[in-house]
């Protein structure tokens, strides 16, 4: 399905209707005519807005879980990330991104270059307001930025990786979101991918693998014996602070993606999206606490959080046509790939600190293959040529990325500036300072 | 005089306290400690790896008191923390050459 | 008032004439017709899911404030119970509670068993989307066990509590609501709970309470010469953030709660309760910084924030008739009950860890019974009946669940294990796990 | 602009006009009637509702971000002051507030005494629901107290701290902002504040310096050789995650000061609102990260987080107009002026715990001055007069309001209270009180 | 040679620190601690209940220095730490058997 | 019997605590302190204001041990927390008077 919503001749035609009423028979075309089109405008708007505050806010929620999931000493560096390319998600995706993303696709493999025009609000006429699909398309930019910045945790210097987020912002990002969103050869070819499984999950997955296989592991996270040191995180409740937040989000960021709320039918859309976007998270939650407590005697709390997220990500390729037994078997399915992909990569010696790559990688292509299931208008060989597709091309050029930075600026803190944490080198500050400031006069 | 210091368990402060502080001790200081013994941790498992807390929490307390009244000292802390099962801790004496209280300048006995 | 929503006839025949006018008397029935009935189905199902979204944020409300207020090695179980019991809330509503709670209860005492029929969005017609509806029902479901929680904090092992959760959300919610909001048996009698002062936080209260008297005290809190002993919690900011989170959150709670936006009174009608619900808030707070500030020559932060959620629950009977002047009396009332009952319940040596009892049980009770002081509609004696009845359902069916759990696989861990904390002893990893790690081998 | 909307009126005759059309004539007219009055109210009640509860939430916002960045042992105050604030902000702008700002004010200084009339829904007729509006201007009032409380963090008495909140709220910002939103003489004058870069935030923030200036630097912050002792607040996290709140809250502060969304345009600019609110946050973020890097070779997340808000209140002015390249100007400004001026502060030795200075007051006199840059109707001159006037009248009455209050009951704790921290000393418990309380008897 | 434990007032650090470094002493180690002593802690409300907090935040250091030196170092500390009001703390002093740099091996008054 | 205290990096823990492990010696007590010596800590920039970090974070780990075994531990110490780097950190040996095994009542080498 393509982003670029547009209403559908007849219900224009009818709504049309209502002001011309001059013959009975006229009259009926005007019962089709069943909300001005004004009204129709505002609300399809108001659905951007709301469902773009909302998926906005997510951008909290990713810094929230990465600062609980990396120790104290690189804390501050967290956040310093994830409040950085928030504002260059922003900045990049209005000079170059949309444009790439959406304008004058058709059937190809990108838009044309230049920033987003964001017309005069006189002028800023159509089925809903073209500032506030900006603004709604942005925040999913971002949020392919944000998963990147979670497993590259606590060993990447900071401006390297904001100048990839730059570049992922702006160009891989909406390339690759323009052969499906922007009408291009995927959406021609019949791909399905709703709300983003593929377009933002695991496009931010594989980037984030990229820079992961480059970057190596953390020091000391694989001993020489082969052995896994796990490093727990600084703080659970922050972890899962940012894990509500997501969930909450994600009501905009699957729901809004219905991209119109301005008749019986898509309001009706919008709220089924709400009931499988949330029963899918419950099972991945529910999954993985029994999994882990069946495997390892205990509840892993980092599990419970990811399997939700995963369930999440698995509904978001297709939020809206799945029953809710469906729904709660994506989802479900979604929280076991977490239980079981977070040691594999340990095994594989990826180490990725917030388990970005299974949450959003993997889940995201078990999420678009399953679309079939419930939507008969995708194929399983469409989807996976999608698939195969935007890994390719957004792990490839990633790649490229990430190799030229480590060849000119470097990439990685040396090991004692990474033993001493980031926050200390990079950051002005650490996050919980009052300890080792020591010398307090007061 | 003595300088007695003791690991004991976390829960068992207030009652060590109180015991000092009837064995007529009012001075003592009070650190977070992580202990290994023959109490030996206990594994977890975060993310799907297993790994070892080596260390459980303990409580250190630091007590310099008058020789005479160390022997006091310690069989209060002993009864005070002892719960009878692994992991309640130690009680070490080592010599005090000297001691100053800040304040006045005080030294020896008057200042413990 | 029950919480099936009904247009009023007038309205949808006004509504029809907009297409059918074909005379100028017809054309006066017309100017009634203020609104399509498309709009107005949008604008209800906007508000079920706005307020759902808001209340579905509670989850994290809760979730914050009991990470706070309970001791750090007990955080991580704290936050996993939280997220699962909001995944448990959403699969068992839609498998039985729903439809124990809406489906032909007529006047009786429960409703039909089995799943939600969650319906196709081109046929999810009538007033607004029945997905929507199921939604905003379902995150009330998961206050009430919300609230359960707290109380049982730092004594309960994991899977009794979730246990107890999926009969709470699948059966004994929705039944005692059913009595009410699916029109049962207390409804024709007149009992009035607009948004849940009883229905959902006295009936989380009473399921506390149950569990708490069952459970018995943590070890250490009261001694034996009757002394109490407080157990400060880990985070005043995270159980100040909880408690923001939850005021924000009740603006859905109550405000949705009118179940309708879609006519001038309607959305005038939510408006005002947003009105009423933050000043019942205020009051609270100012009445418990007022009282603790001379009873005790401290301000006591957690029984502001307490405060602050006992004004709301206060309110939460009747948020739209009271004026704000009663709107503030009753808040401040709310404020008060907690700073007397929370060190009543230590003198009954009831062991309530975050206050829950006195904020939603009692000033439940307080709020439910004060309806009739500003809704003439409601008495005092039907107000007594509806609390009384269900206080003895909701007490006496959790009791026989602890009861039962307790008999069988047991709801407290040994007393070294409690000592130990639950997070090391059933949660994979500490709240906050740098510290006690010790063999961190970076 | 002033801030009692009106609907123009041929948008209101055209809407009649759907409900008599009887001649091709007349329904020429019709096609105006884009939308139903009711339709529209709702819409209007909608906007201020959502906008309001954004803004509440950014009071959770202030009390992150100023419990992350004093110091541990006064988090607890800071989570007290700031709950407290919020209650008592919604109490004054009843009392006497809302009527002070927005009633019979016409041209003159200030409105009438006495409480806000709540209307009976059934009455809350006109372009939106009066309930919903109260609601709307509360929470900017509340926002006003919130600024002050963070620069006078860590050392100020709580109770003359909320009795000063009392008067700001309940009189002083009411009868400034009365001179502008209220209709008064400033905007006879043509001064422009479209959402309060003046009267919000450079409002509060005369306040703030007024407060730090009669109370005093903390003890230790600047030494008898002028240097300056930095101390580094307790949570970098809690700080980020405030920072995330208050950009959040600001799409409704910002958003929402269109004050209506009942027609194409006024919807197509709120959306033009939230694209440039978030530019010019970006831009703050950058610009603070960039100077930060360059002057101190290494970030200083603080400066990022105030760099953010310093972009968002300089852009609150007027936030509708600029295209974007302008907003990300006017943002970037605010960010560079809070690199700048937090250190001059502290050179004049003003001591502004968390930057509420440069950040609303300095980036709020920016934003005001910049609006003709983008809007033609605002001259520079009468911009200044305002700017001068609300600063001559909010710094003038805020300080004989301190120096009462200091020579009477006292507004600062001994030099020994303050060593051992107010949370200690004024308010029951500590912040994170498990390390110091003890004698823990388990 | 002699091992200083002193226990101080948090915010005295900064002073004591660059005392003993007027002294000639950089090698230090500090620890927070809790404290009770004649400065007793105050009672807290928790929930309408009130309880004793015993221990104050206090800061010790330690520091390991040759003989000769030890007598400066004391009153180096004292002096810094002194602010006349009761729970200044108090200074210990113990004898030092042997000292060893880890990084070269260095042993006794090379080491400390 | 000594006292042996040890002030190590903190990346260090691990392989000291097996070193001694496998010296045999099972008891210890770890503290996180903060050290200064001849490395320095550094200096950080808050809110555009330059300050000293004065301390850096160290471990400090304690061990009672029989004087027979004195040497072998702060062999075992000593090698295992080596990095060859500045702020390899320092092992100190006092002199032990007594130790007492809260649990059993047990006392001198048994107790160790
Ligand atoms: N030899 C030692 N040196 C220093 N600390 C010790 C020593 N032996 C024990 N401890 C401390 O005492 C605590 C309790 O010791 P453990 O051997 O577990 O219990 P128990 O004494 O009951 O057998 C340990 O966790 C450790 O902190
Ligand atoms: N005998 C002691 N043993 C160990 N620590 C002590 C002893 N006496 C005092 N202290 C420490 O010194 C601190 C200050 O002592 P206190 O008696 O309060 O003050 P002052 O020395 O000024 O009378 C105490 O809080 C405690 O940490
Ligand atoms: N004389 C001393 N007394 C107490 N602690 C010391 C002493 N000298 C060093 N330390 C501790 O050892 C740590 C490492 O010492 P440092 O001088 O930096 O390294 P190195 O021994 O490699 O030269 C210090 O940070 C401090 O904690």
């Known amino acids: 399905m393509n982003r670029l919503y547009k209403y559908s001749l007849p219900a224009a035609v009818g709504a049309l209707g209502i002001f011309t009423l001059t013959s009975p028979a006229l009259a009926q075309d005007a019962a089709k005519a069943t909300m001005t089109m004004d009204a129709k405008y505002v609300f399809n708007t108001l659905l951007f807005l709301i469902g773009g505050f909302l998926v906005m806010w997510m951008a909290a929620g990713f810094a929230m879980l990465e600062a609980g999931l990396v120790r104290s000493k690189n804390v501050s560096m967290q956040c310093t990330k994830n409040i ?22 058709d059937g190809g493999f990108m838009g044309s270059f230049g920033p987003k025009a964001i017309p005069d609000p006189a002028k800023d006429a159509g089925d809903y307001s073209a500032s506030s699909d900006w603004f709604f398309q942005m925040v999913f930019c971002a949020t392919t930025a944000s998963i990147v910045s979670g497993t590259l945790a606590e060993r990447i210097k900071i401006w390297p990786f904001l100048i990839f987020t730059a570049l992922l912002t702006g160009f891989i990002y909406p390339i690759q979101g323009s052969w499906e969103w922007g009408t291009g050869w995927l ?14 999950h695991s496009a931010g997955g594989w980037a984030a693998l990229a820079g992961a296989l480059i970057l190596g592991a953390r020091i000391g996270k694989y001993g020489k014996d082969g052995r896994v040191h796990p490093m727990p995180g600084s703080s659970m409740p922050l972890a899962t602070l940012g894990t509500f937040i997501l969930w909450l989000g994600w009501f905009g960021f699957n729901g809004a993606s219905q991209l119109a709320m301005g008749t019986i039918s898509d309001a009706a859309s919008v709220s089924k999206i709400f009931v499988n976007t949330n029963m899918a998270a419950a099972a991945g939650v529910m999954v993985a606490i029994t999994l882990t407590q069946v495997l390892y005697k205990k509840i892993d709390i980092t599990m419970a959080l990811n399997g939700a997220l995963a369930g999440l990500v698995s509904i978001t390729a297709e939020p809206l046509m799945p029953s809710v037994v469906q729904a709660i078997f994506i989802g479900g399915i979604g929280g076991a790939i977490v239980v079981f992909v977070v040691p594999l990569l340990d095994k594989l010696k990826i180490d990725d600190v917030v388990g970005a790559i299974p949450v959003h990688l993997v889940a995201g292509i078990w999420g678009t293959m399953i679309v079939p299931w419930s939507n008969s208008d995708a194929s399983f ?14 792990f490839f050029s990633s790649s490229i990325i990430w190799l030229a930075l480590k060849a000119t600026i470097g990439i990685r803190p040396t090991a004692e500036e990474e033993r001493l944490g980031l926050d200390a080198v990079e950051i002005g500050i650490e996050a919980y300072p009052e300890f080792s400031k020591g010398g307090s006069p007061v | 005089m003595k300088y007695i210091i003791a690991i004991i368990k ?47 929490p303990k409580t250190k307390i630091e007590v310099a008191v008058d020789s005479a009244l160390a022997d006091k000292a310690v069989s ?37």
């Open chain 1, 187 to 200: 959406d021609k070819m019949g791909f399905s991918d709703f709300a983003g499984s593929t377009l933002v």
């Open chain 1, 381 to 394: 060989g469409v989807q996976a040529i999608g698939v195969a597709a935007i890994g390719a091309f957004v």
């Open chain 2, 10 to 56: 976390p829960h068992r402060l207030d009652e060590v306290r109180s015991a000092l502080s009837d064995a007529g001790i009012e001075g003592i200081t009070v650190t977070e400690v992580k202990g290994h013994g023959r109490q030996k941790g206990h594994s977890e498992i975060y993310r799907g790896a297993e790994y070892q807390v080596n260390f459980l």
């Open chain 1, 84 to 105: 950085s390319l928030f504002a260059i998600a922003g900045l990049m995706f209005w000079i170059t991104g949309y444009n790439l993303m959406y304008e004058g696709v």
């Open chain 2, 76 to 112: 209060a802390i002993k009864e005070a923390a002892c719960t009878d099962k692994i992991g309640d801790g130690k009680i070490f004496v080592l010599a005090l050459e000297s001691a100053t209280r800040i304040r006045t300048g005080e030294t020896g006995k008057d200042a413990v």
